[in-house]
C-alpha cells in the first residue's frame, strides 16, 4: 500500500488514523457483529454514535445552547435552496458574490425571493475579498449571505462583513474546523463535510433556534425544512448514517490535535510554507490578493498554460495528486487542508523548487 500526497478541493484527504480506525471497525463494530453501514439508525449503537457526534462538535467550536446542530443530506448546494425557503420572510436577502459557489447560491435565492448582490469581486476573477465594511444592505433584508472561503479562487474573509444588525448566513465548507469561530456572529453556519470533515453527501447546518420555524416559503416540501430536522434530531428520515459516523470520528482526531487553536497554527504554518516560497519564486506566482488568501486553498500559476500542464503531470508522476485548477480558472491549485500533513507541503515546495530550477 503506498499513499500518495492528495491536493485534492474535495473530495479530499483524510486523517489516515481515522481510515484506519473505520477499516477496523468495518465487519464489526465495536461488538454488534455488523458494519455501521448496516446498522438501524434507530439502534442503541448508532444513536451513541450520532450523540457523540454532535457533542464532539459542540465542545470544538463552543457552539451556544440555542444554536441547533443538524446532519443533512443534499450536500452543500442543498442548502441554496433550503436557505431562502426557510429564512426569506420578506423575500429580500443580501449576497455577497466572491465566487462560483457564492454566485450559485445568489442564483439560487433570485428563484425563492428577491436576492441583491450587494458587492461582489467577480471584475478581478474573485481574485479578492470586497471592502464589507459599510455596504448598501438593505432595509428589509432577512440575511446577509457570503462564502466564507472560496474554494475555487482561494479567497478568505478575514473579517466578517457589517451586517448591520442582519443575520449573517455563511457557506464555511472549505473552512471548516481549521480554525477557532465566534458562532455568535452568524445565524446560520453551514458546510458540507467533504472538503475537511468527511466523506461528501453529508452537510452540516448550524443554526440559531429563532431562525427555525414554520413559517417557511409555501410549497416548501417537508425534507427541505429546517423545522422537521431539528425537531427530529437529525433523524426525521435515515440520516447519511455511515458519513456521520465517519464525521464523528474526524472530530475526535481533531480534539486530540488540540482542538481548533492548534489547527489553525497547523494549518497557518503549513500555508506559509506554500506561501513563503511563491512569493519568492522566479516561476510560480500566487493568484490571490495577499492580505485575502485562504489558509485552506492554494491557486497559483507559471504563466504559461503549457508549462503549468507540464508541471501537474511531472507533479502526478512524483506522487502528488490533484493540483490541476479548477477547470474555470486553470493554472493548479493546492489544497491544504487539516489533514494534509506538514511534510505533504514541504516535500511539494521542494518539488517546486527542483521543477523551477529545470524550467525557468
Ligand atoms: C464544494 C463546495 C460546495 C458544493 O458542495 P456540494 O456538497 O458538492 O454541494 C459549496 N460551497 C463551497 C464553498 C464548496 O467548497
Not at 475526535?252 to 492548534?262: N, P, Y
Request: charged share 25%.
Amino acid at each position: 500500500m503506498s499513499r500518495v500526497y492528495n491536493f485534492s478541493a474535495g473530495p479530499a484527504v483524510l486523517p489516515e488514523e481515522v481510515l484506519k480506525e473505520a477499516a477496523e471497525e468495518m465487519l464489526d463494530y465495536r461488538g454488534t457483529g455488523m458494519s455501521v453501514m448496516e446498522m438501524s439508525h434507530r439502534s442503541k449503537a448508532y444513536e451513541a454514535i450520532i450523540q457523540e457526534a454532535e457533542a464532539d462538535l459542540r465542545e470544538l467550536m463552543n457552539i451556544p445552547d440555542n444554536y441547533k446542530v443538524l446532519f443533512l443530506q443534499g450536500g452543500a448546494s442543498q442548502q441554496f435552496a433550503m436557505i431562502p425557503m426557510n429564512l426569506m420572510k420578506n423575500k429580500v436577502a443580501d449576497y455577497i458574490v466572491t465566487g462560483q459557489w457564492a454566485k450559485k447560491a445568489y442564483q439560487e435565492a433570485c428563484i425563492y425571493g428577491k436576492a441583491n448582490k450587494i458587492a461582489s469581486s467577480e471584475d478581478q476573477t474573485f481574485s479578492y475579498i470586497p471592502d464589507c465594511s459599510d455596504l448598501p444592505i438593505s432595509e428589509d433584508a432577512d440575511y446577509v449571505y457570503i462564502c466564507e472561503n472560496n474554494t475555487i479562487y482561494g479567497t478568505k474573509f478575514k473579517t466578517l462583513p457589517n451586517t448591520k444588525g442582519k443575520t449573517l448566513v455563511a457557506d464555511v465548507s472549505s473552512c471548516f474546523l481549521s480554525e477557532p469561530v465566534d458562532v455568535t456572529k452568524y445565524g446560520v453556519i453551514y458546510g458540507g463535510v467533504q472538503k475537511n470533515i468527511g466523506p461528501a453527501g453529508v452537510v452540516i447546518v448550524i443554526i440559531r433556534e429563532d431562525l427555525i420555524t414554520e413559517d417557511v416559503l409555501p410549497g416548501t416540501p417537508t425534507m427541505l425544512k429546517y423545522k422537521i430536522h431539528a425537531d427530529n434530531g437529525s433523524m426525521y428520515n435515515t440520516p447519511p448514517a455511515y458519513g456521520i459516523y465517519i464525521c464523528g470520528k474526524v472530530f475526535k482526531w481533531i480534539k486530540k490535535q488540540g482542538g481548533l487553536e492548534a489547527m489553525k497554527a497547523h494549518n497557518e504554518k503549513k500555508a506559509a510554507i506554500l506561501y513563503d516560497f511563491l512569493d519568492s519564486s522566479r516561476l510560480f506566482k500566487g493568484t490571490v490578493r495577499r492580505e485575502d488568501r485562504s489558509l485552506m486553498n492554494v491557486p497559483f500559476v507559471t504563466g504559461n498554460e503549457e508549462l503549468d500542464a507540464k508541471f501537474v503531470k511531472e507533479a502526478k508522476a512524483a506522487g502528488f495528486e490533484n493540483l490541476k485548477g479548477h477547470r474555470t480558472v486553470g493554472g493548479m491549485r493546492a489544497s491544504i487542508y487539516n489533514a494534509m500533513p506538514i511534510e505533504g507541503v514541504e516535500k511539494l515546495v521542494e518539488f517546486m523548487k527542483k521543477f523551477e530550477e529545470e524550467n525557468a
